[in-house]
């Protein structure tokens, strides 16, 4: 069955002698649903992007280099409830965010943070929400 829930997933790591492989993603993987295009994004320290909201698309987000805490918003019983994930580029994680989430992320790194978004379909404006900070009241401090 899919992932349909934002989860961090381990990246699996193919030892080799020579330099060590980290398989991101495959057909058969959980999260895996379609492919639409991939493109990295960076991240300042301390700098917030979000909030953001897809209605279609999937993310599956692999952070390269630095470490990032991501922020999701969950609506229950008409209670708002954040759910906080931490990628450490020493980890070989990655962070499936399904659509319909509203969600953003901060730089905990001095050094910019890299990431990479396998998307599964093409960007499209019409496709996403931008919110402004203010609008949910989490504490980025």
């Given at each position: ?12 790591i193919?030892n080799?002698?020579y ?7 495959d057909?058969?993987s959980?999260?895996?649903n ?13 700098k917030i992007k979000?909030w953001?909201?897809h209605k279609?698309?999937?993310s599956?987000i ?8 991501f922020?999701v918003?969950k609506k229950?019983n008409?209670?708002i409830d954040f759910?906080e994930f ?5 980890d ?8 319909k989430t509203?969600f ?10 890299t990431?990479?978004?396998?998307a599964s379909?093409l ?6 929400v ?8 989490y504490?980025?401090?």
């Open positions: 069955m899919k992932t349909k829930k934002t989860k961090i997933i381990k990246t699996k193919i080799n002698k330099g060590n492989l980290r398989k991101l993603l057909k058969k959980s999260s895996y379609s492919f639409g295009e991939i493109y990295l994004t960076n991240i300042k320290y301390k979000g953001k909201y279609k698309m999937i599956n692999f952070l390269i280099s630095g470490k990032v805490k922020v918003v229950m008409n209670k759910c931490i990628l450490n580029s020493k070989y994680n990655q962070i499936f965010i399904p659509n509203f953003a992320f901060t730089g905990l790194s001095k050094k910019e943070s990431l990479i978004n396998f379909i960007h499209n404006d019409k496709e996403s931008n919110l402004k900070l203010n609008e949910f009241s504490k980025w401090i």
